[in-house]
Nanobody
Framework: EVQLVESGGGSVQTGGSLRLSCAASGYTVNRYFVGWFRQAPGKEREGVAA???????KYADAVKGRFAISKDNAKNTLYLQMSSLKPEDTAMYYC?????????????????????WGQGTQVTVSS
C-alpha cells in the first residue's frame, strides 16, 4: 500500500519560510516523478512543483524563485522549501506521486498525471 504523509505546515507571517516534508512508504520517490500541489478555499487545485528521477524540476510561475523542491532518496522523502511566503500562498498543500516513466522533461505539474496523493498539510500566511 502506498502512503504519502505530509508534515511541516503551519502559520507564518508574510516573508516567512516553511519546509514541507512528504514521507513515502510503498513507493520509491526516486523511481518516477513526485510533486507538490495546493488548493486554497474556493479554488481549484493547482500544481506547485515537481521533480523526476533524474532531478529535473518544474515550478509554477507563481512560486518560481521562492520555492524549491528536493528529495532525499535515502529517506524516501520529498521536500518543499518555501521562502518569501505571501498571503496568496495560503492553501492546503499535497504531495503526489506518479507511476510511469515520463518520456520528456520537465516533469508534469498537472494533477491528472499523478496516481497517489497524501492527505495534505495546511499552510497559512498572514499579512
Amino acid at each position: 500500500e502506498v502512503q504519502l504523509v505530509e508534515s511541516g505546515g503551519g502559520s507564518v507571517q508574510t516573508g516567512g519560510s516553511l519546509r514541507l516534508s512528504c514521507a513515502a512508504s510503498g513507493y520509491t520517490v526516486n523511481r518516477y516523478f513526485v510533486g507538490w500541489f495546493r488548493q486554497a478555499p474556493g479554488k481549484e487545485r493547482e500544481g506547485v512543483a515537481a521533480i523526476d528521477a533524474n532531478g529535473s524540476t518544474k515550478y509554477a510561475d507563481a512560486v518560481k524563485g521562492r520555492f524549491a523542491i528536493s528529495k532525499d532518496n535515502a529517506k524516501n522523502t520529498l521536500y518543499l522549501q518555501m521562502s518569501s511566503l505571501k498571503p496568496e500562498d495560503t492553501a492546503m498543500y499535497y504531495c503526489a506521486a506518479g507511476t510511469y516513466l515520463i518520456p520528456t522533461v520537465p516533469p508534469p505539474i498537472v494533477d491528472y498525471e499523478y496516481n497517489y496523493w497524501g492527505q495534505g498539510t495546511q499552510v497559512t500566511v498572514s499579512s
